[in-house]
């Protein structure tokens, strides 16, 4: 009779390496305050705080939200980049605050303020009325006459290689960090935004939609595309790596006849 | 007219002005610079006529891209209705009176009135 | 909705050439060349006008603008030209959609393919284009 050896367990020897010690330090975490109802002034308040090598900066808020001033406002709900909700300016840049590490930032003192170009509501709030109503004025969505869902009709086939087209803008979180960083929205209130743009070109280049002309137009007016000038900083910026800016090129594409 | 078309002129004026202001600098190297800008041999400019012609079209080009480059900055820095059309047609009349001021001392000291 | 209610960043954000890398410092020395060209374009157009009022109104703005300060103007002008020309040959490219990357599955850390090296090169090699220029008019300019 055969018989099968079975080997001892071995203890296995780790080849990652134990977890480094943090030692907590203590920051300067310094927020914007704005109540529009009880004064139009805007002030900074300063909070000494206890922070990790991975403490975020949502949770360096949430900090002294808890524990130190209940009244401050601020937007969040996923905690891992995937909602949009709590974009800030933090250390003069648009970043989020689930998504950036405090020790990123290499400094002591850390700045939040409300994200530029979106009206304040309170403290660190903004408004997104006007980011949801240009993407609502890009049309996001399929225009196609012929329905997936009538009877005798069937799927659309798209490969893999249509889906690569517009995959990358599809994970737009609308997160409104793009409008902030970019220059023209800074002073131009009519201005469509790199958010809307992208979204114009994710759905324009779809190949189930029909609504290209459409979109095209939409776009190509006076506070349209052409009120980009490819500074970049939307992209640079953008926590999904969507690219808005090589997006508005690419639709420009169309408008310039590179493309068809 | 549609943004596309003015910003397809913008594109267009650009292209055509980086030749021509390339053929316009190299005239002024032909000779020693200074030189280049003695009376009489900046009279004999104007009396060659492609050279003038060219000058002109230098003139509009770059008015065109340039006056379009400034209406671009100015909308982006301020809307409004009124404001907008102020600074559309603001900038085609400031287009034409730099046009038509360059255009009076190409011709007539083309034709000799200098 | 007043300035401070609706916090747009205003001019001083739009100008700040900081923070955002070497795109957003290409688009401010596009425009602030764009504003200086055009500015020339209008003294030059000017400065010429004068030749109608015979040799010694045309030598006398030579008096002017034939000096060291005049000089050094002409030079940033060289400078400027040719930044915008290069900085915008590029601009017109890409916004054709042409240079600026293909788009696919993003990966982590998210670098945004627009933002590629050879965008990076092409604003370097303008910079460095205005440079030997401005370098080779002063050379002939200060030379003479």
Redesign the interface.
């Known amino acids: 009779m055969a018989t099968v050896e079975v080997p001892q367990e071995k203890k296995a020897e780790s080849t990652i390496p134990a977890p480094t010690q943090s030692t907590p330090k203590t920051i300067t975490l310094r927020i914007s305050r704005f109540n529009p109802s009880e004064n139009a002034e805007t002030k900074f308040e300063e909070f000494k705080i206890p922070v990790q090598k991975w403490t975020t900066v949502l949770e360096a808020i949430l900090y002294v939200k808890q524990n130190l001033d209940h009244s401050i406002a601020v937007r969040y709900s996923c905690r891992q980049a995937s909602c949009g909700s709590c974009g800030m300016k933090i250390n003069g840049k648009p970043r989020l605050a689930c998504y950036t590490k405090i020790s990123e930032l290499e400094s002591n003192v850390v700045t939040v303020e409300p994200m530029n170009n979106f009206p304040i509501i309170r403290d660190l709030a903004v408004d997104f009325k006007q980011l949801f109503s240009t993407h609502k004025k890009m049309k996001p969505f399929i225009v196609n006459e012929e329905s997936e869902v009538l009877p005798g009709t069937k799927e659309f086939v798209q490969t893999p290689q249509d889906l690569e087209k517009f995959l990358q803008f599809s994970y737009c979180i609308k997160c409104g960090l793009c409008n902030s960083a970019c220059p023209t929205m800074a002073t131009d209130k009519s201005f469509v935004g790199p958010q809307g743009l992208a979204q114009a070109y994710r759905y324009t280049v779809d190949n189930r939609d029909q609504g290209k002309k459409e979109r095209l137009k939409i776009v190509d007016q006076s506070h349209g595309i052409w009120r980009c000038h490819f500074a970049g900083s939307c992209s640079n910026v953008c926590p999904k790596g969507v690219d808005p800016a090589m997006a508005i090129q690419l639709l420009r594409g169309y408008l310039l006849g590179f493309r068809t | 007219m ?3 078309i ?3 002129i913008h ?1 267009g004026t ?2 055509g002005a ?1 030749a021509l ?1 390339a053929v316009h600098i190299l005239m002024r ?1 032909s000779q ?3 030189d280049s ?1 003695q ?1 009489q041999n ?2 004999a400019n ?1 009396h060659f006529l492609p050279y003038a012609l060219m000058l002109e079209v230098i ?1 509009v080009l ?2 065109v891209h ?2 379009n ?2 209406r ?2 100015l ?5 409004g209705a009124t404001y ?1 059309r102020a600074i559309n047609y603001g900038s085609i009349v400031a287009m034409a009176a ?1 046009v038509a ?2 255009s ?2 190409i011709l ?2 083309g034709m000799g ?2 | 909705m007043t300035e401070q209610f609706s916090n747009r960043e205003g001019i001083k954000g739009m100008i700040n050439p900081t923070r955002y890398g070497l795109h957003r410092v290409a688009y401010w020395m596009q425009r602030l060349s764009g504003l200086g060209l055009l500015a020339y374009l209008i003294g030059h157009i000017y400065e010429t006008s004068t030749i109608l009022n015979g040799k010694a109104a045309w030598n006398n703005m030579l008096s002017l603008t034939e000096t060291p300060g005049g000089h050094m103007v002409l030079v940033l002008v060289i400078g400027m030209c040719v930044f915008h020309t290069g900085n915008g040959i590029r601009l017109m490219i890409s916004e054709g959609g042409k240079g600026v990357g293909k788009p696919g599955q993003p990966e982590y850390p998210y670098r945004a393919s627009s933002l590629n090296s050879k965008q990076r090169l092409c604003i370097w090699v303008s910079i460095a284009l205005a440079a030997l220029a401005m370098m080779y008019g002063a050379g002939v300019l200060f030379g003479d």
């Open positions: 549609r943004e596309s003015i910003m397809k594109y650009a292209l980086v202001v190297l020693k610079f200074s800008l009376y900046v009279i104007y003139l770059l008015s340039g006056f480059g400034l671009v900055i909308l982006e820095l301020k809307q907008e730099l001021y360059g009076r001392t007539m000291a009135h200098s």
